[in-house]
């Protein structure tokens, strides 16, 4: 089969299409023949060397396909061939063909492209798990979302819009994309290349501080993400783009009674997955099926283009998601 590979781990110039083996559907699996993929930051550290896949998923990159169902492994009866599915996958989905544990599947909806499925299940799970099984944010309360204009915090704001509607959502964004923020309607957009965003926090809040916070820059971030979190606010750190390592003032951390909440997706058990997809679909799939939330797409890349679509997220010039399609 046809299949994104690396040359080497380093930068995207290592990208090429080339030939894979064709995989085969195991025990409660179904094989998907792509349509399409999109791509995550975790691609990219992926790339770099820097994040191995889980034992026994592919070391193909890829975290989310759309596509049809080809075949069936033994005991995977929850879908039929010629199903459309979009899936969480642990690797390979820059590939003609991926597994798919059948639990780990949803159906698309009519409306939706596969384009558009593509760019549900890491991302739109990314979000929905942190931000409400995780970060437990209700109605009244107060979120900050760093980076609005990514994959990841596009699909934040939509679903805190459609679930807690009555939520003040923060958001930081560069310059660059402080118009098209504010065209998603959140209360407040803070362009973090020009003002701090731990004074604008507090002015917005009047130093109360926010309840939950989506964060993926890491270090740089962290003193200013615990001065902005209220009493009892949660931090949810689910990647470490400036850093790793930082210092924390646990003292104040007890006193505020705050959280922080480290989250991967990609190391959980199939079960935990399972839970986190049915949670998801239970709670947000009417509004994939009406269209009330449909992912924003900044660029859509053919396969034998990825090399270009990391070059793209690396550069941080799309808003939403970057999408790569194999079949029309
Ligand atoms: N833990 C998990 O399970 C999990 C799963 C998927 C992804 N992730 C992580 O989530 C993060 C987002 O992934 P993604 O695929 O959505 O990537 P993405 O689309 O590239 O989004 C990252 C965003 O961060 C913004 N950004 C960069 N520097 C910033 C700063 N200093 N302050 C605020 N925003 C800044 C970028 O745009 P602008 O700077 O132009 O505003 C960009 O919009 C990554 O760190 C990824 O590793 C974690």
New binding site residues.
Partial sequence: MKAVLLKNFGGPENMFLGEAEKPQAKTDEILIRVYASS???????QRQGNYQPPPGDSEILG?EVAGVVEALGEGATRWQVGDRVMALIGGGGYAEYATAHQDHAMGIPIEMSFEEAACIC??YL?AF??VFMLGKLTNGQTALL??????????AIQLCQYLVPDTKLIV???S??VERMQSMGVDHVID??NSS?VEEVAKITDKKGVNVILD???A??LAGNMRSLSVYGRLL??????GAKAELNLAVMMVKRQQII?????ARSVEEKAHIISTFDQKVGGALSNGKIAPEISHVFQFSEAADAHRM??S???????VLKLID
Avoid: W
Avoid at 237 to 242: A, D, L
């Fill in positions: 791509v995550n930051r975790p691609d990219i550290v975290l890491e991302t990314t798990l942190n760093h980076g609005g204009g990514g994959g990841v915090n596009s699909a930081t964004c560069s660059g994309k973090y290349q965003f993926h820059l890491g740089d971030y750190q689910i990647g470490v783009m400036s480290g989250s991967v997706l990609r997220m690396e941080s010039q799309h808003f939403g998601k970057i």
